[in-house]
């Protein structure tokens, strides 16, 4: 009877997620072999890892019957690298608890690293009270150095997960910003500029190497650090990430990837795409640094948690990092779990074949620390149209079509330089926003300029109708050798071999016309073909 209702369960899986085999396909394998065993075969490729917490480490690792059932779940779940965290909230994990578990996980062939969140550190912030901290603070600043000498003496890497900013405004805030000033312990820095923007992002970096990386270098000289990115890319230097200096400073970096489900009335608004783009875009920036990709559970269903495993792995991320082992434990987390696990075996295949291939699309030009005004995370939206972006950091003089937005006018020279690649008449797609930036400044009349229709709402464009988004799409896919014709929510994945990967993000099946062949979408499916 068990064996007929997991049959059963499985083929309503398969069924409603439309997945897709190696040339073109739609069907899913119909039993799922070992995934420990392909786990292992796949790590030159992919991997998947998790987190235990600080709290899950006191809960799940401080027995050996703990262990035994955190390794069994792993092994079930492709997982071959764990990560141990030592701090979270104002709790340390115990040293001797910690290094047992590692020992053990070691043991039994899994991979094991460290993980620090800084959140409920000394002094708090005044605005993310009683999560943030205030990093102007020195005892505070001494409490960072002190996580940190402890995690690199039982890790020789750790993580640091997205809590590393500050959103700090108290009166000794406001008096280093104006002061312009970043004083960490006894050594003294000059800020730039006399915005919080300025001030938070010196703190930051200068806080990083002094009481972060060196601290953990000197405690064990083989230590690595990664810094963990969140998935707010438009406000990270309000914040103070800085992810130019701090990218080049740290060892490796790690990019939130969580999307969730978008109509979620608490974790919502976030579209599928935007966990391609910043995988992409941060890779761009950190090239072999960028490891992997990391999402939860939160506010999804089984669906749109698959989906943000395919977003990280089709972005070319080497890691898959699912966060966290004790919040998959409960809600939906065993049924996102076993969703993932059915998916697994393909997750892998496609890993394989993205690696081998270089993506091709409209270059999605946003310098860092760039400011969205009223365009936020348009990019995300852009890419549900139907667009294949090519996300990068510096202007991209060679692409054969480009898409801009506001965030474009933080280079200094883009004036210049969109008027030239305008003058090659290769196709341009620009924001209706910076469009009115532009006037008089570039030809926005030429035959080779569209403009989008943001109107200060990114999430409308969601709203376009088929028709006018396929007339849209057309002369910016020409360059590429390619046409399409779709639905918004359907979102197309180029490569420079002609292999290609279409996913829909709606909720109902789809007829695609691509290239001139036509293809039908399940509700939440994917297709692809590798040449």
């Not at 069994?72 to 047992?100: I, N």
């Not at 912030?125 to 002190?146: E, F, G, H, M």
């Not at 000059?190 to 990386?213: H, I």
């Not at 919040?327 to 081998?356: I, S, W, Y």
């Amino acid at each position: 009877m068990k064996t007929l209702l997991a049959a059963t369960t499985l083929a309503l899986l398969l069924a409603g997620w439309g997945c897709r085999t190696a040339t073109e396909t739609a069907s899913q394998p119909a039993a799922r072999p070992g995934l420990s065993d392909l786990a292992k075969r796949n790590l030159a490729t992919h991997r998947f890892s998790t987190l235990f917490t600080a709290q899950d480490v006191r809960r799940y690792l401080s027995t050996d019957a703990g262990i035994d059932a955190a390794l069994d779940w792993c092994r079930q779940t492709a997982v071959s690298k764990v990560y141990l965290e030592t701090f979270r909230d104002g709790y340390q994990a115990e040293r001797a608890t910690l290094q047992h578990a590692k020992e053990r996980f070691l043991e039994a062939g899994f991979e094991v690293s460290g993980c620090v969140t800084p959140t409920q550190v000394g002094k708090s912030s005044t605005d993310w009270k009683n999560t943030i901290s205030c990093y102007t603070d020195l005892p505070t600043q001494a409490k960072v150095r002190a996580i940190f000498e402890f995690a690199a003496g039982l890790f020789d890497e750790i993580m640091i997960d997205d809590f590393w900013f500050t959103d700090c405004a108290c009166p000794e805030c406001e008096a280093a910003r104006q002061a312009r000033t970043v004083k960490i312990g006894d050594k003294t820095y000059p800020v730039a500029g006399d915005t919080w923007e300025d001030y938070r992002c010196e703190l930051m970096v200068r806080l990083s190497r002094d009481n972060v990386l060196a601290v953990a270098r000197r405690v064990n000289p083989k230590a690595t650090l990664i810094i963990k990115y969140p998935q707010w890319y438009d406000n990270f230097h309000n914040r103070g990430y800085e992810v130019l200096r701090e990218t080049a400073d740290f060892d490796r970096i790690w990019v939130g990837t969580e999307t969730r489900d978008y109509k979620d009335s608490r974790w919502g608004g976030t579209v599928q795409y935007e966990a391609y783009f910043i995988m992409r875009w941060l890779g761009g920036i950190g090239g072999k640094k960028c490891g992997g990709g990391w999402y939860d559970w939160l506010g999804t269903t089984e669906r749109t948690y698959v989906e943000q495993a395919r977003q990280t792995i089709l972005a070319g991320a080497r890691e898959s990092f699912l966060f966290c082992y004790g919040g998959l434990q409960g809600t939906t987390g065993p049924k996102n779990v076993e969703a993932l696990r059915v998916n697994q075996p393909e997750l892998f295949a496609v890993a394989k074949e993205v690696k081998r291939r270089k993506i091709v699309g409209l270059a999605a030009y946003k310098p860092a620390n760039s400011h969205p005004e009223d365009e936020p995370r348009v990019f995300d939206f852009v890419g549900m149209l139907g667009l294949p972006l090519a996300p990068c950091h510096e202007f991209p003089k060679n692409a054969p079509a480009a898409f801009f937005s506001v965030h474009a006018l933080k280079d200094a020279r883009f004036a210049d330089r969109l008027a030239a690649f305008i003058k090659t008449g290769k196709p341009v797609l620009l924001t209706d926003g910076l469009a009115r930036r532009l006037t008089n400044a570039v030809n926005l009349a030429a035959a080779n300029v569209r403009i989008l229709p943001v109107k200060g709402s990114p999430k409308s464009l969601l709203d376009l109708p088929q028709g006018q988004v396929d007339e849209l799409r057309a002369p910016l896919l020409r360059p590429l050798k390619t046409t399409l014709r779709a639905p918004v929510g359907v979102a197309v994945y180029l490569f420079r071999d002609g292999s290609w990967v279409l996913e829909n993000f709606t909720d109902e099946a789809v007829r695609v016309e691509l290239n001139g062949q036509a293809h039908t979408l399940a509700a939440r499916g994917w297709k692809y073909r590798w040449r």
